[in-house]
């Protein structure tokens, strides 16, 4: 028996990747935007599991009163920092608007808070800082927290 070489075809040469065409930064705004929506979900969801055996008549004032808790703990100036500062920052201020939202669905008397919350994340998704315009928005739905 003879022994005859095996024949392989050439590879062809691979082809360059094409061009993106993301602008620059889009990503870590899309991660971030993300991130935010489950960052607030995740410490929504975690509150609503977390039932002491509290009634569900209280359930939306207890929902408002969270949410004030979460903004008096907010600190716009850390939103964005790298690290725990950050992440608390970011969730903090997701699950404000989480949280104000669950508490207008129950009781129409929240909706002020929920609607300042909601033009505040909607602001601050435009423009990505926190404007005068984001400020005013944040401190009326604080105003509404000393309400309740």
Not at 62 to 70: I, K, L, M, N, Q
Not at 93 to 110: H, I
Request: proline share 7%; hydrophobic share 40%; aromatic share 6%.
């Amino acid at each position: 028996m003879s022994s005859q070489p095996q024949y392989s075809a050439p590879l062809p040469p691979a082809s360059p990747a094409p061009a993106s065409s993301r602008r620059p930064g889009v990503v870590p705004v899309v991660a971030l935007m993300a991130g935010l929506l489950v960052g607030g979900g995740a410490v929504g969801a975690a509150w609503a599991l977390s039932d002491d055996g509290r009634s569900t008549a209280n359930a939306p004032a207890d929902d408002a009163r969270d949410a004030c808790r979460a903004l008096s703990g907010f600190d716009e100036s850390k939103y964005g920092a790298k690290g725990p500062e950050g992440d608390i920052a970011l969730n903090r201020f997701a699950a404000a608007g989480v949280l104000s939202a669950s508490a207008a669905a129950g009781d129409k008397r929240y909706e002020p808070l929920a609607e300042s919350v909601r033009r505040a994340q909607a602001l601050h998704a435009q423009t990505f800082d926190f404007g005068k315009e984001v400020k005013e928005e944040l401190a009326k739905a604080r105003d509404a927290c000393g309400d309740l």
